[in-house]
């Protein structure tokens, strides 16, 4: 999986904000805020990687177990499917 190319990452004022750029801009007519954690599973979808890869970099990051890791990371997956920004 792999976050869709028309989407950045800005920190604004300290929040993280993903906004939809050229084309993008017109069909998601939003803005997203991220925690710091969804910022990081942000990142790691940058690339083209699986849940398990995705869940195995939070749990070296985080002081987190890997089934905490794994539902959270679900749980983001399914908001950007939802809004179609995953390729």
């Keep these: 999986m792999k976050i869709k190319s028309g989407f950045v990452k800005r920190n604004i004022a300290g929040s993280n904000i993903v906004v939809p750029v050229g084309k993008n801009a017109k069909a ?42 794994k539902a959270d990371v679900e749980k983001f997956v399914e908001m950007l499917k939802d809004n179609g920004i995953l390729e």
Aim: glycine share 0%; with cysteine; aromatic share 14%.
């Design 28 to 69: 998601f007519n939003a803005m997203i805020t991220l925690n710091d954690s969804a910022s990081f599973f942000w990142d790691c979808f940058q690339n083209d990687i699986s849940v398990e890869e995705c869940v195995e970099l939070v749990c070296k990051e985080y002081d987190v177990d890997e089934s905490r890791a």
